[in-house]
């Protein structure tokens, strides 16, 4: 009996002793940094009939082939409502 009145009353006083999240200070400068390896190529196709003929249309494309896409993203905050980011 003791035991299921103290593990809550447990849980409750450890979570009041735990900072607020909102009180957790952000970072003033993020930088990060990415790649992405590109890759892309579709078929456009469409068939219909028209006057009785039946008619289709394939045709294979690419968007340029593969090439590797450098990315760079940051931030850097001046204060609580005012940031740069580039």
Same mark, same amino acid.
């Given at each position: 009996?003791? =035991?299921?009145? *103290?593990?809550?009353? /447990?849980?409750?006083?450890?979570?009041? #002793?735990? &900072? &607020?999240? %909102?009180?957790?200070?952000?970072?003033?400068?993020?930088?990060?940094?990415?790649?992405?390896?590109?890759?892309? !190529?579709?078929? =456009? *196709?469409?068939?219909?009939?028209?006057?009785?003929? !039946? /008619?289709?249309? *394939?045709? !294979?494309? !690419?968007? #340029?082939?593969?090439? =590797?896409? &450098?990315?760079?993203?940051?931030?850097?905050?001046?204060?609580?409502? %005012?940031? /740069?980011?580039?």
């Amino acid at each position: 009996m003791k =035991l299921r009145t *103290s593990l809550p009353l /447990l849980c409750v006083l450890g979570a009041a #002793g735990l &900072p &607020p999240a %909102h009180a957790q200070e952000a970072d003033r400068f993020t930088l990060r940094l990415g790649a992405m390896d590109v890759d892309a !190529d579709g078929v =456009l *196709s469409g068939r219909t009939t028209f006057q009785g003929q !039946d /008619l289709r249309f *394939s045709q !294979d494309f !690419d968007f #340029g082939g593969k090439e =590797l896409v &450098p990315r760079i993203d940051g931030v850097f905050r001046m204060g609580q409502r %005012h940031r /740069l980011i580039f």
